[in-house]
């Protein structure tokens, strides 16, 4: 129960369980399943849900992907990338909301939507619901100008129970929405 609530799964139980129901998940969620290579994986779950690309990896950093339909370059995380300048053709965001400065520690994108993410109050507010909710497994988010990727963090073996998967991949569409819109 303790590792549980740590997140650390001790004694592999959680990671067993998640290889059991993987492939369920992926037929409740419209997601095809590919089955893994090797006994120590689990597999890999793609397909389209609620109109975006999405591959739930969990032998890859245990990451979900999904595809954003953008074109505007971009580049936030959640880790931070050392630079001394920004990557060509981007500034470096500078939000009027703390709590997005403080959350993305890497902070870059094109001029006129650097301007935009840093005023967007909608975009702030789901961010905010993301974190409260998700932000305790949470082990890195990444958007770039094709994709949102979370990884997160389960157990001394990679896996995403298949619970999290359910109730995470809506909160990820409405983030992703949210970076569409702008």
């Known amino acids: 129960m303790v590792s549980e609530a740590l997140y650390l799964d001790l004694g592999g139980f959680g990671w067993r369980k998640a290889k059991q129901q993987f492939s369920e998940y992926g037929k409740v969620l419209g997601l095809e399943f590919t089955s893994p290579d090797f006994d120590y994986q689990i597999g890999q779950l793609t397909g389209t ?16 992907e999904v595809q954003l339909n953008t074109t505007e370059r971009l580049e936030l995380s959640t880790r931070p990338f050392y630079r001394k300048t920004p990557p060509s053709g981007m500034e470096r965001v500078e939000s009027r909301y703390p709590s997005f400065n403080h959350f993305f520690k890497t902070r870059y994108a094109a001029p006129e939507l650097a301007r935009q993410l840093a005023g967007s109050e909608m975009l702030e507010k789901a961010l905010a619901g993301f974190q409260k909710k998700w932000g305790q497994q949470l082990e890195y988010l990444m958007v770039s100008d094709n994709m949102l990727t979370v990884s997160l963090r389960y157990g001394w073996q990679s896996y995403i129970p298949g619970d999290v998967i359910k109730a995470m991949l809506p909160d990820l569409i409405v983030l992703a929405e949210r970076f569409e819109a702008l």
């Open 49 to 64: 849900y609620e109109n975006h690309e999405i591959r739930v990896l969990p032998d890859e950093q245990a990451r979900i």
